[in-house]
């Protein structure tokens, strides 16, 4: 490749010294078209050069590396996206604990990834030294509001 650059500088600047000290006339236009003609041969020559089962092997090998490269940013996205809406739960539970009088609470929720193609709750971890009182109206809300059944909800009392 640096080679065929080369040479294209050689042929330019040895046809912009032959043109210049050319006098006008038929002879100078003969030199023009053939400086036309070599830098035009100086151009394509590289070209022939090519080996197209390199190409091909190199372009395969993007394509592969490109593929991979998209098939890991969207499972980053897609674990990225799931963190999200596990705080948001985790936030939203916290947020009608307070609400029920619970304080000290936290959350830990898992999801999952629906046939409708959205995640959903799963399973929670609630920490919390409340009374059973509390805990059954959150575990109720739970239940009603993010459709986590009371099998899947483990609660410590630390």
Wanted: glycine share 6%; charged share 25%; net charge negative.
């Amino acid at each position: 490749m640096y080679e065929g650059i080369r040479e294209l500088c050689a042929v330019s600047l040895l046809c912009g010294a032959a043109l210049s000290i050319l006098p006008e006339g038929g002879v100078k236009r003969v030199a023009e078209i053939l400086c036309t003609a070599s830098l035009i041969l100086a151009v394509i020559s590289p070209i022939k050069e090519l080996d197209l089962d390199v190409l091909a092997l190199e372009n395969a090998r993007l394509h592969e590396l490109e593929t991979s490269l998209a098939q890991q940013g969207q499972e980053a996205e897609e674990r990225l996206n799931r963190l999200v809406i596990e705080q948001e739960y985790e936030t939203y539970i916290m947020d009608k604990a307070s609400e029920l009088g619970i304080e000290g609470l936290a959350a830990d929720v898992e999801v999952q990834w629906s046939l409708e193609g959205f995640w959903i709750p799963y399973g929670a971890e609630i920490r919390s030294a409340c009374s059973q009182d509390s805990r059954e109206r959150l575990s109720q809300l739970l239940v009603s509001d993010l459709g986590i059944p009371y099998e899947r909800q483990r609660w410590n009392s630390e």
